[in-house]
Every structure is written in structure tokens, then in C-alpha cells.
């Protein structure tokens, strides 16, 4: 969910039970995932002549890069640090696409709170977990690590979500954003479902998550249950984007800007 003009984006996250619907292997890679921009049937309105979101330099990019091996946190303190050198290995893998972007890489902070925190975006309570714009912070309520025990990819799912929304600030996208000619619900699930996708072409790409059938079961979970129409999309929408950050060759395996309103429902 987007608020306050772009300056706070928050994401959710729900444990509930899987549905049985069969997930894309790394060997299984949708037709267009290997172009810079998705198949449209028509092109969304207000999209087209901003090309920091249909053409963005980032999109024919690749990641590459590792991570620490992530596990479930045994502790608090774990989980801290966790979060801690996961921001340090995405700072490390997104930084140097950035510069051949063109844009120029900015170091974000973040910050644990409890149900209620204060930031230069406004007052946030019962928020899972934003990314704030203004003061360029990820903040991460207590929800996320009472969550953590969940499944071994649940804060790294949080986090990396949390972080393309500061990629999309940095290339330009939000900036770009403002000036479509589209509702605010559509632009906020545009925001929303491309750092989703990015969140699995990550986690599918970068090979120290070591990605497994129970971590794509967890996948599966959230995709078929975090039902959010006006904020992160219908379960249709996640489950398309989801799959398609998984099987993607590039980032632009996740441009929701170049696709009609009906694929960001």
C-alpha cells in the first residue's frame, strides 16, 4: 500500500495455508521473460513517454552477486542481524546496476519498531513493514520477526521486497510515477507488483538462497492468500507476477508499467 504521495510504501505478509497450485521451476521460464519489457495486448494508459518506467536502463539487467545463508533466526538478536546483512548484500548486488543505470546509488537505512513509529513520511500504526522515501529507511515492525518462525525465507522476503521499493526510487521510478495519468490505485499496485516480482527473481537468481520446495511452498502461501485489491494486488495478480519473478532473466522480466491495467488487478 502507498501512502502519503509515494512517501511511505508498506507490504504485508500473512501465514496461512498453502494451496496446491504448481510453481515455475528454473527450468520453466514464460515466453517473455527473456525481453526487457512484458506482452501487452494494449498499452496501459498514461504509461507510454515516461521511459524510467516502460524502458527503464535497469530492466536489461541482470543480478548477480551472493548472500549470507539464510535460516530461520534463533533469537532477536539474530533476526537483527539478519536483516542487517541482508540490506548489506543487496546494497552490494543492486549498487553497481544502479551506476550502469545511470543513477546513482544511495545507502538506505532501517529501522525496528513496535506497533507505532514516527517518520518524516507521517505517524504509521499496525503497519507490517514500509519503506519511507523521505528519509530513505525501511522500517520493520515486531510483527516481522514474530513472523519469522514461519519459513526459513520469511524476513528475506520482507526485506528484499522492502528494498526494491528504494531500487524504484533511486531509478527514477516513483519520480515518474507522479506524472501518469492513472488512478492512484493503479500506479500504487504497478509500484507494488514490480518489487514483488523482484522480491522472486532475487531470491530465484542469487544462488546462496539456495531456494528449495519448501521455501517455494512458503511462496505459494503467500501469493495465494495475501489478497490485497487496492493496495498489492488480487491473488491473481501475485500469483502472475510471482511466477513470473521466479522464471525471469532480467529485471525487466518485472515491468508492470509497459502492460494493461487487467495484468495489475
Not at 21 to 50: D, F, I, K, M
Not at 100 to 105: I, L
Not at 181 to 198: G, M, N, T
Request: with cysteine; aromatic share 10%.
Amino acid at each position: 500500500m502507498l501512502l502519503l504521495a509515494v512517501g511511505l510504501v508498506v507490504a504485508g505478509l500473512q501465514a496461512l495455508p498453502m494451496d496446491a497450485v504448481p510453481l515455475p521451476t528454473s527450468s520453466a521460464r514464460p515466453s517473455a521473460s527473456g525481453s526487457a519489457q512484458p506482452t501487452a495486448s494494449t498499452e496501459p494508459s498514461g504509461s507510454s513517454g515516461h521511459p524510467d518506467l516502460t524502458d527503464n536502463p535497469l530492466y536489461p539487467l541482470t543480478v548477480s552477486g551472493s548472500c549470507p545463508a539464510v535460516q530461520t533466526p534463533a533469537s532477536l538478536a539474530a533476526y537483527k542481524a539478519q536483516v542487517g546483512a541482508l540490506l548489506d548484500c543487496l546494497a552490494g548486488i543492486f549498487d553497481p546496476l544502479i551506476e550502469r543505470s545511470g543513477a546513482v546509488p544511495i545507502k538506505v537505512e532501517h529501522t525496528f519498531y513496535g506497533s507505532r513509529v514516527d517518520t518524516p513520511c507521517g505517524s504509521e500504526a499496525d503497519a507490517y513493514a514500509f519503506y519511507c522515501e523521505s528519509d530513505r529507511t525501511i522500517y520493520l515492525s515486531d510483527e516481522v520477526y514474530e513472523d519469522s518462525q514461519y519459513a526459513r525465507l520469511s524476513v528475506a522476503d520482507t526485506v528484499i521486497h522492502e528494498y526494491g521499493h528504494h531500487v524504484q526510487e533511486m531509478a527514477g521510478i516513483f519520480e515518474a510515477a507522479e506524472d501518469l495519468d492513472e488512478s492512484q490505485a493503479v500506479i500504487v499496485r504497478r509500484e507494488e507488483l514490480q518489487v514483488f516480482c523482484w522480491t522472486y527473481y532475487v531470491f530465484a537468481t542469487v544462488p546462496s538462497f539456495a531456494i528449495t520446495e519448501t521455501d517455494r511452498a512458503f511462496f505459494l502461501d503467500l501469493w495465494a492468500h495475501t489478497n490485497d485489491p487496492e493496495g498489492h494486488g488480487t491473488v491473481t495478480a501475485q500469483e502472475y507476477w510471482g511466477a513470473r519473478g521466479l522464471a525471469g532473466r532480467n529485471l525487466g522480466a518485472c515491468n508492470t508499467w509497459s502492460v494493461p491495467n487487467s495484468k495489475v488487478r
